[in-house]
């Protein structure tokens, strides 16, 4: 099922189960690769993923360069959030729809959180779906420059609490946009017993979950 659709459809009560939608989470850790970029996507067509998720943004409008770390530097020596952030950055526009191109061919939906304006604006020609991050919950502006392009939203929510979550929907609303909450786990790697207790909750609930 792609995720267009099943956004789109909503859920039934009378709907037999089905297994959960999966995202497999690249990012960037093809690390600048084309060649690791299509191995992780070939790794999630045969873990039998529906879908592959990446990341499009640039340093330059993320971080400050004055930033500091907020990692343990003893086993990631950078030092700002900028420094690191431009080590990962160089996936572009270019580098997206070849991307984008390879998942289609291989059978697996494509997709990218956007960060920027820029990146939005050229992801809006590959993707369905909008997948917006737990970063960007209390961004207001990026969030309804994303709900003008009239397409499904995918909210993360890791790190936020129930008002910013309830703010962010209350944004969206206006717009008629179908919309999927995303519970995040900010932990990584997560847990097999915490994958394990989200799976169970898909099939003991009225709610359809996304598994990222």
């Not at 009560?13 to 992780?40: D, F």
């Not at 960007?136 to 909210?155: A, H, Q, R, S, V």
Request: with cysteine.
């Amino acid at each position: 099922m792609k995720i267009l659709k099943l956004l789109k459809n909503g859920i039934e009560k009378e709907k037999p189960i089905v297994r959960p939608y999966i995202i497999a989470e690249i990012g960037v850790n093809h690390e600048g690769s084309m060649a690791t970029a299509k191995r992780l996507v070939d790794d999630a067509k045969e873990g039998d993923a529906h879908a592959v998720k990446f990341q499009s943004y640039k340093a330059e409008t993320l971080a400050s360069k004055h930033s500091p770390a907020y990692w343990d530097t003893t086993k990631e020596p950078t030092e700002s959030q900028f420094e690191l952030f431009k080590k990962h950055d160089s996936f572009w526009k270019d580098e997206m729809q070849e991307l984008k191109e390879y998942c289609d061919k291989v059978g697996i939906e494509f997709m990218s959180t956007p960060f920027d304006v820029e990146s939005a604006e050229f992801l809006n020609d590959m993707m369905d779906v909008f997948k917006i991050s737990s970063s960007d919950i209390t961004n207001k502006p990026f969030i309804e420059y994303i709900c003008g392009f009239g397409k499904p939203i995918i909210l993360s929510t890791g790190a936020s609490n129930l008002e910013e979550v309830q703010d962010a929907v209350d944004w969206i609303k206006p717009f008629n946009v179908p919309l999927a909450l995303l519970h995040c786990v900010l932990n990584y790697p997560t847990t097999a017993s915490i994958v394990k207790s989200l799976l169970l909750a898909t099939y003991t609930s009225d709610h359809y979950l996304l598994a990222h």
